[in-house]
């Protein structure tokens, strides 16, 4: 069933071998069509050929690569020419149609050229290094590949390859502090009346390489009493093993050494003097002689202070003044109001009578108070000078009321 040939009757008993749907090289290579000839007599008598049909091939299928992508390690300090790998794609045409050509594509490592960094055998698919890489510089990059089969047309297909750059051990540790720079030596005040356990500084190193090659550890080598200091293997705090007394002298020096973790380890070395000192208000230092400076250098400086120092009291004493202005406008402002002396009618005739006594024939003394900017006034009523009867007082109130 489903056979891809049919046999098709022309004039004269001959007859055409046809192909009635399309073949596939790439799964059957060839067929063998067998065709049988039988008369209708009787017994019938039959004949047979078998034809053998082969598919010839069509470059019809692109190079596939055994892997989507290729991944390649390659340790640092490697000579150049070194094989990190190799890529391989298959094609399932045949003969000149699956022989493959491979190549880098164009493209940029670490602002370079691919092709300075790797190269590809284009019959195999090696790839090499042609430079020694540096994993401080460079941890990783990608390149593309490309393999194109020598058909006609060619056709071609591309794969990424990532290559990892793997640490070696080839750095040695870094001391951030005590600094090593053969300028001064480091120096470090610890008083007379520390306790053991006190802490006098904390070293700290660092180491460029990566993984187990970048973890330190602290020792202490040397020291000019070694039972008097300890250091932690870890964390590089350097701390007094017992109390300080008077035989300790007072210049300590302390060899310091860190060790990484790689293989083999790298090791690195520091020198820190301890001063042992009373006090920290007047410690022991190093002199160290400052060239002074020239005149004219220290002449702009001066000047930059002079002008800093003059804006400064000029602005102080423009806030003093407004300060003041500000003070005598708000007083000034307050007093503006004067309420109008109070105006008393004229003399209180002495016949003055109320409804129940009679008149008043005696002066009597009363003190008025009045504030500035208030409409309101206080009256105080004072002792008479001889007493009078309750009906003439009465009166004088009501006559002052009316008047206020």
Not at 301 to 307: A, E, F, K, Q, R
């Amino acid at each position: 069933m489903n056979l891809p040939f049919v046999l098709k009757v022309t004039t004269n008993n001959f007859y055409q071998l046809l192909i009635q749907s399309a073949l596939d090289r790439e799964k059957v290579q060839e067929y063998n069509v067998t065709i049988t000839a039988m008369d209708r007599g009787s017994p019938r008598l039959t004949s047979t050929r078998i034809i053998h049909v082969q598919i010839s091939d069509v470059n019809d299928n692109p190079p596939a690569f055994e892997k989507s992508l290729f991944e390649m390690q390659v340790q640092e300090n490697n000579i150049p020419g070194l094989l990190i790998g190799s890529v391989q794609a298959v094609d399932l045409d045949k003969e000149q149609n699956a022989k493959l050509t491979y190549s880098l594509l164009p493209g940029n490592i670490d602002g370079g050229p691919v092709a300075s960094y790797v190269s590809i055998n284009s019959e195999t698919g090696n790839m090499y290094a042609l430079r020694s890489l540096d994993y401080e510089k460079i941890k990783d990059f990608k390149v593309t590949v490309k393999a194109t089969d020598s058909g006609s047309p060619p056709l071609s297909s591309d794969v990424i390859v990532h290559v990892i750059i793997t640490d070696e051990n080839d750095n040695v540790p870094f001391f951030l502090y005590p600094l090593q720079n053969n300028t001064s030596p480091c120096n470090e005040l610890l008083p007379k009346m520390a306790e053991a356990g006190y802490l006098i500084t904390k070293v700290v190193a660092v180491d460029s390489d990566s993984g187990q090659n970048s973890w330190l550890s602290y020792e202490l080598l040397k020291a000019t009493d070694p039972g008097l200091f300890s250091i932690g293997a870890q964390n590089g705090e350097v701390k007094t093993r017992r109390p300080l007394n008077e035989r300790d002298t007072s210049k300590q020096r302390l060899v310091i050494a860190v060790r990484d973790n790689g293989v083999p380890p790298q090791t690195s070395t520091a020198m820190l003097n301890v001063l042992l000192v009373d006090g920290f208000s007047d410690p022991y230092l190093k002199v160290v002689n400052v060239r002074q400076q020239d005149p004219e250098d220290e002449g702009p400086l001066t000047m930059y202070l002079v002008i800093c120092l003059a804006s400064v009291s000029f602005v102080f004493l423009l806030c003093i003044v407004a300060f003041i202005g500000i003070k005598m406008c708000k007083k000034d402002h307050g007093g503006s109001f004067i309420a109008a002396p109070p105006h008393f009618p004229p003399t209180i005739p002495e016949n003055c009578t109320d409804s129940q006594s009679g008149s008043l024939s005696r002066n009597y003394q009363y003190d008025v108070c009045l504030t500035n900017g208030s409409l309101s006034s206080d009256f105080r009523f004072l002792r008479p000078l001889i007493p009078r009867k309750t009906s003439d007082f009465q009166c004088i109130f009501i006559h002052l009321q009316r008047i206020i």
